[in-house]
């Protein structure tokens, strides 16, 4: 079933009184996470942003709410990432809109207070990058959420959508089937042949599997990672139609607040550190500077 208040869900796209309708209907509104990076010669490097985006439009239509300006930079490069970019790219150039830690998560909290600022009761982020990413901007919205009471917050990953039914990868079958059914103007298999052309930048993180992806499981882990989204979303919607709750107005200072006490705990923030299976970066490596990432601000004087 859809919403009565039209089928334009982008908030850049609503003139202010279409916005204020779809907010009064469904006050959630849904934020896409993605990056530009590297899945293999295939395949176009906006893959994560497209496959959040789309999961957060047809939710928006399914559920009501409003869709967010795409966030089309991430976390990568720190912590784990190092070594993993090591294996998979080298030292090749990956053109990655790849952010640090702290960049990310402080305009993390930002956009949080935009939501709530403008009258969203429930934000549901939905990140197309994964591995762990995820894990830090979950304690980011914690914190903020203990703050600023009358607002939910819900981040997942894609592959965390549809954990025990579909494995998620890199570039591999999974993703390589998700842009297929979602665009497959922007997946050629045959540019696979171009690893080996001097220059062209090798392998570039292509899954070794990815020749078995197909638009079929595409469309079927699509269709899944929907289902999650929309579960949360219409059970958001049902406990905010039960109260009638104003969201308060969240100045910097609340903010400024919150950030400083995320910075304390940033040695263990997800994407600081290398896992502890993984070997350490190469000294020669591109990706060394970056394997172990300290924040000077929180450093104890």
Same mark, same amino acid.
């Given at each position: 079933?859809?919403?009565? &208040? ?31 990076? !590297? ?22 239509? &399914? ?74 901007? #979950? ?19 894609? !592959? ?103 910075? #304390? ?37």
């Amino acid at each position: 079933m859809r919403p009565s &208040t039209g089928f334009k869900t982008r908030w850049a796209e609503l003139l202010p009184h279409e916005f204020k309708r779809r907010l009064a209907d469904c006050p959630i509104v849904f934020l896409p996470l993605g990056i530009c990076e !590297p899945h293999g010669q295939v395949s176009a490097l906006g893959l994560d942003t497209f496959k959040a985006e789309w999961l957060c439009e047809q939710a928006a239509l &399914t559920v009501g709410g409003i869709v967010a300006p795409s966030m089309g930079y991430h976390i990568h490069e720190t912590g784990y990432h190092a070594r993993w970019l090591e294996d998979e790219v080298g030292e090749e150039n990956p053109h990655m809109t790849g952010i640090p830690p702290t960049a990310m998560l402080y305009l993390f909290l930002y956009q949080l207070r935009a939501f709530a600022n403008a009258g969203f009761r429930g934000i549901v982020v939905v990140s197309g990058h994964s591995g762990g990413n995820q894990v830090d901007l #979950r304690t980011a919205a914690e914190l903020f959420i203990r703050e600023v009471r009358d607002v939910q917050v819900w981040v997942r990953s894609d !592959p965390e959508l549809v954990e025990g039914l579909y494995e998620g990868d890199h570039a591999g079958k999974y993703e390589i089937s998700q842009l297929m059914y979602l665009r497959p103007d922007l997946i050629d298999m045959s540019a696979k042949a171009l690893e080996k052309e001097p220059n062209a930048g090798g392998r570039l993180a292509l899954g070794a599997d990815a020749e078995e992806a197909s638009p079929e499981l595409g469309k079927a882990i699509m269709e899944a990672c929907m289902e999650s989204v929309c579960k949360q979303a219409w059970a958001m919607k049902e406990e905010f139609e039960a109260t009638v709750v104003t969201p308060p107005r969240i100045g910097y200072d609340t903010i400024e607040r919150i950030w400083a006490e995320l910075l #304390r705990s940033s040695r263990h923030w997800t994407t600081a550190n290398p896992w502890p299976s993984q070997a350490p970066v190469s000294d020669r490596s591109q990706w060394k500077p970056y394997e172990h990432y300290r924040v000077k601000e929180a450093e104890p004087e």
